[in-house]
C-alpha cells in the first residue's frame, strides 16, 4: 500500500470542538482548553504518523462573528488563508449550537478549494434526531466531501473520522520524522500550558488577550534523581488592575499559579 501524507486543517467558531478533536486524533495535549472562546491564538501543529499515512494537522483559532478588536480581525484572517494550504478541512460545528444564516464560516468555507468535511461534534450531548436536523442544514448551504458525528471529548467515532481523512490524503512521503509529534519548540507548549493555568484560575477576571513569555527553561533534578524543570516567565496583562490580580495578596495567588502550571 503507498505511503500517504498531507495537510488537515481544522477551522470553526470558537469553543466548537477544535483543540479537543485535534488533542484527541494526535494522542497527546498540543492545544489547550479552556471555557473561554478563542483560547487558540496561533496555529497549533500536530502531527500523527502511522504504518502507511502521515498526517499535519493544524488546528486554528476560532472564528469570530463580529470581530471587535484588532487582534479579532488578524485572527479571523488568518483561519481565512488556511484554506489555501491544506489537502482537507475539518469544519468542526457544536451541535449545541444555534443554526444561523449570518454564520461568517459558510463565506469562509465556499472560498475553500479543498475536500471538506462536516464534523458535527458533541454528540453525546444532543438527540439523535438533532444530528439529522443539523447535517441536513449545513448540507443545503455547503457542499462537503463526507460528515460526521462524533464526541470530541469523550472519543466516541474519532477513529472512523480518521479512517475517513486518510482516505483523502494525497500519495506521498512523510514530511517529519516518524516520532515528530510537533513543529512547535518546548518552551511554546510552556507558554501555553502556564496561560491555560490562567484562565482556569483566574476565570474572567483575566481576559485572554494576557501573553506569557518564556524567560528560561532549565531541566534538573532533585537530590532524590527525580526529574524537575526550573522556569522564569514573564505574563503580560494589559491593566495594572490586572496585574494586581495576578500577584494576589502577597504574592499569593501568583505562587498558586506557579505551583498549578
Not at 145 to 166: P, W
Request: contains cysteine.
Amino acid at each position: 500500500m503507498p505511503f500517504k501524507s498531507g495537510f488537515v486543517n481544522i477551522i470553526g467558531r470558537p469553543n466548537a470542538g477544535k483543540s479537543t478533536l485535534m488533542n484527541a486524533l494526535v494522542g497527546e495535549r498540543m492545544s489547550i482548553i479552556t471555557h473561554k472562546p478563542q483560547t487558540t491564538r496561533h496555529r497549533i501543529i500536530g502531527i500523527l504518523t502511522g504504518e502507511d499515512f502521515q498526517i499535519v494537522f493544524s488546528d486554528t483559532p476560532g472564528y469570530v462573528k463580529t470581530p471587535r478588536y484588532e487582534m479579532h480581525k488578524a485572527m479571523n484572517r488568518f483561519v481565512e488563508g488556511t484554506t489555501n494550504d491544506a489537502d482537507l478541512m475539518l469544519f468542526v460545528f457544536d451541535m449545541t449550537e444555534e443554526l444561523e444564516d449570518d454564520n461568517p464560516v459558510i463565506e469562509v468555507l465556499k472560498k475553500t478549494k479543498a475536500p471538506i468535511l462536516l464534523i458535527l461534534n458533541k454528540k453525546d450531548l444532543v438527540a439523535e434526531q438533532r444530528a439529522q436536523d443539523v447535517q441536513g442544514w449545513w448540507k443545503k448551504r455547503i457542499e462537503f466531501a463526507g460528515s460526521i458525528a462524533i464526541s470530541a471529548l469523550k472519543n466516541e467515532e474519532t477513529e472512523a473520522l480518521l479512517e475517513k481523512i486518510v482516505t483523502y490524503l494525497p500519495e506521498g512521503a512523510p514530511y517529519y520524522p516518524p516520532d515528530q509529534l510537533t513543529d512547535r519548540p518546548e518552551r511554546f507548549f510552556v507558554s501555553e500550558i502556564i496561560r491555560e493555568k490562567i484562565f482556569i484560575l483566574y476565570s474572567d477576571e483575566i481576559p485572554y488577550s494576557c501573553e506569557v513569555a518564556v524567560e528560561s527553561f532549565k531541566e534538573s533534578a532533585t537530590q532524590a534523581g527525580e526529574p524537575i524543570a526550573r522556569i522564569t516567565a514573564t505574563i503580560y496583562v494589559l491593566r495594572d488592575l490586572q496585574k494586581a490580580i495576578i500577584l494576589g495578596k502577597g504574592g499569593a495567588a501568583i505562587k498558586k499559579l506557579g505551583t498549578y502550571a
